[in-house]
DNA sequence: TAGAATTGTCATAGT
DNA sequence: TAACTATGACAATTC
C-alpha cells in the first residue's frame, strides 16, 4: 500500500512538473493540507527524490521548530513542504521552471566544459563588446527590459533548429530530473564539498580565516573572482565536476545525460533548447523598474537558489551555526545578488560575532567563580563553618585533617575525605605538624615555648606528649580542664559560660581565647585553602573545556568558510551564464561583467548593472573638490 | 641540601 | 563591639 501511495505521489509530481513545463500550474495544497496525508510516506521509500538524501531531514530538524529532530510528522511535514515549495517554484511562472531545470543540468554536469562559457564563447564576446561599447548600462537596461517583456525579438539571438523537436520529444523528458532537481544538486555539491572541507580539518594553514575575511570583505567583483579563484585552486578538483563552473547551457545538458544515464544526442539538443526557449519567454514582471531602478527589472522570478542553499544545510547541520548560516547568511547571500558578494564579509563578522559571543556567552555562562565554589556540595561552605551548632561535626573531620597520627594527608589536591574525616574529637590530637612541643610546658608552667629550646628536648617527651599540639601543650600547662576541640568547638555562649564558671586567671582566659582562635582560624585557613584548590581545578577543567569548544567552532568556521565559499562561485557562474543569456533591446548578451543578479525575497530575480568604479571616484573627486572649497 | 608541598599562625578586612 | 570568617603572608615542617 506505501509502495502504491510512493508510486502514485511521485507521477503525481512529474505530472505537476510536466504540467508546469506547459505553464499550466497544479495547486497541490489541498493535498498537503492534512485531508491527504501520503505524502508522509515518500520518505519511507528509496525511490523517493527526498528519500535519496538525509538533507531535508536534517535541515527539517535544524528549522529550529522546537519539535524532536526525531518526529516523524515533523519530518514528513517538512518533506510535504519542500515538495510543494519545489512544485510550486516549478510551476509558474513558466521560466523558473525551465531555469530550474536548467539548473539542475549545469550542477550534475561531469567535467569540465569551456565552450560555450561567456569568457570563451567569441559571439558573446563581440556581442559583449558591443554592449560594453555604449559605456551605458541606463541604455541598455530601457531598451533591455522592454525586449525581455516582447521576447520574440530575442528570439533570433538563439538557434532555433531544435525548436521543433523540443516539442516533439517534451514528453520524452526526463521529468524525474525535475523532481530530483535540487536533490541531485546538493547530492553532487555534496559529493564535491566534503572532499574539500575534509583536508580543511587538518591541512588548513593558520591563514585560512585571514584569507577568507579577505575574500569576503572584497567588494570587487574582480577581486572576488580572483581570491574566488586562489581559493578553489587550493580545493579538490571535484569541485570542477560538481558545480561545474564553465559548462554552458548546451554541455551543461550533455553532460547532465551522461551522468543520469545514456540520451541521445537529439534529446540534449532539446532539452538545451528548451531551456533557450524558456529565455526567449521571459516576461517583465515590473516594467516599471527600468524607471525606477538603475538596473533592469526581469521577472526571472524564483531562482532555485534555496535548494542551492540547501546543500549547505548537511554540511554545517551538525551546529546551530550552521543552520543559521544556512538559513540567514545564504539567503542573504541570494537575496543581495552577486554585486552583494561583498557584504559577505558582514556575514563573516556574524561568524566572528558567533564566536566571540559564544566565547564570552560561555565565560559568562561557565557560573565558575571562587564564589561559587563555596556552594559546592563537595566542599563545605561558610555558611555552613558559620553555623555554630555544626561546629562538632564539622570540625570533628578537622581534627582528622591535622591527624598526623593516623595518615599522611596525600600530596596534590587535598582529599575531601582526609580533610573532612568522621573523627571523634575527643580521641584525636588537635596537630602537632609544625611545632613540637617542649617538655617543659608539659609542666605547668606558664613559659612560653622557645622554639631554640624544642630540638635539645625532644628526646625526653613522651610519644603521647610529643603528638599533641603547642596549644595542647600550653592548655596541659596552664592546667585548663578542657581539651583544644572542645575549647574550638564549644558554641560561644557556652564558652562564655565556661570563662564565667571556672574562675580563670587572666593568663588562662588569653589562653582559652587564643586556642579558640587559633583553631578556629586553622579550620578556616583549611578551607579557605581547599577552595582555592577547587576554584583552581575548577577553572582549570573550564579552561580546556573552553579550549576544546574553541577549536570545534573554529573548525565549523572554516567549514562554514568553505563551504560559502563553494556557494558564492556557484552563484557568480550561474549568474554570469544566465546573464549571457540575456538579451537587450538590440539582441545583444548582456555583459555579465557590467550586470549582475539579485533575488528578491519574494523569488523575483532582477538584473542589476554593477556599479563602476569611476562613480566612487567622481565621489572622491567631489568630496576633494569640497575639501578644496573648505579650505579657501 | 635545595626546593616544593603542607600546615599552622598572624594580621587584617569584612560580616 | 565582639565573635566569626576569609584570605594573604609568613614561617615551620616534611618529603
Known sequence: MQLAKKDFTESLIQLTILLSLVGVRVDIDSYLTGVYPPLAEINLGPSSAYTQTPFHILRDTLDGYGVHPKCPELDSFFASRRLL?????????????????????????????????????????????????????????????????????????????????????????????????????????????????????????????????????????????????????????????????????????????????????AAESRTANQQQRSLLQLESTNSSLSDSLPGMAVGLAALPFASVCNLTGNMTSQSALGDCLDEAVFDQINQLGLESLGTIDNHLNFLECLDSQAFEDLDSDSGLSLESSYGCPASPGSSEMSSSSSYYEEEGGATGYSSELDSKPPKGIMDHSTLWPSVDPGESVWHNHSYSSSPLLTKPSLRLPCKTEEPEEDSGLQLDERELSRDELRARAMCIPFSVLQIVNMPVEEFMEVLDSHSFTPEQVTLLRDIRRRGKNKLAAQNCRKRKLDAITGLQEEVDRLQAQRDRLLREKRLTAKTMGAVAHQFKQLSRDILSRLRDASGRPLNPERFTLQCGANGRVVVQPIRQPAVTTSSGKKTDKRKKEKKQ
Do not use: Y
Not at 553532487?188 to 572532499?195: A, C, D, F, V, Y
Not at 569541485?239 to 553532460?255: E, P
Open 85 to 265: 515549495d519545489e512544485v510550486r517554484t516549478l510551476g509558474s511562472p513558466r521560466f523558473p521552471t525551465q531555469l530550474s531545470a536548467w539548473l539542475v543540468h549545469q550542477v550534475s554536469s561531469t567535467g569540465p566544459s569551456t565552450s560555450n562559457s561567456p569568457d570563451t564563447n567569441p559571439g558573446l564576446e563581440n556581442t559583449e563588446n558591443e554592449a560594453g561599447g555604449t559605456n551605458d548600462p541606463l541604455s541598455v537596461r530601457g531598451q533591455t527590459n522592454t525586449e525581455l517583456v516582447q521576447g520574440p525579438c530575442v528570439a533570433g539571438a538563439f538557434p532555433s533548429e531544435d525548436e521543433v523537436k523540443v516539442k516533439e520529444e517534451e514528453e520524452a523528458v526526463p521529468l524525474t530530473q525535475l523532481a530530483h532537481s535540487s536533490t541531485l544538486e546538493q547530492e553532487n555539491l555534496l559529493e564535491g564539498i566534503p572532499s574539500l572541507s575534509e583536508p580543511a580539518l587538518h591541512d588548513v594553514p593558520p591563514a585560512t580565516d585571514i584569507d577568507w575575511n579577505n575574500l569576503l570583505s572584497v567588494t570587487d567583483l574582480n577581486d572576488f573572482d580572483t581570491l574566488i579563484a586562489e581559493r578553489l585552486s587550493e580545493l579538490d578538483s571535484d569541485i570542477n565536476s560538481a558545480i561545474s563552473q564553465d559548462v554552458s547551457l548546451h554541455d551543461a545538458m550533455v553532460t547532465n545525460s551522461g551522468s543520469f544515464g545514456p540520451a541521445p544526442a
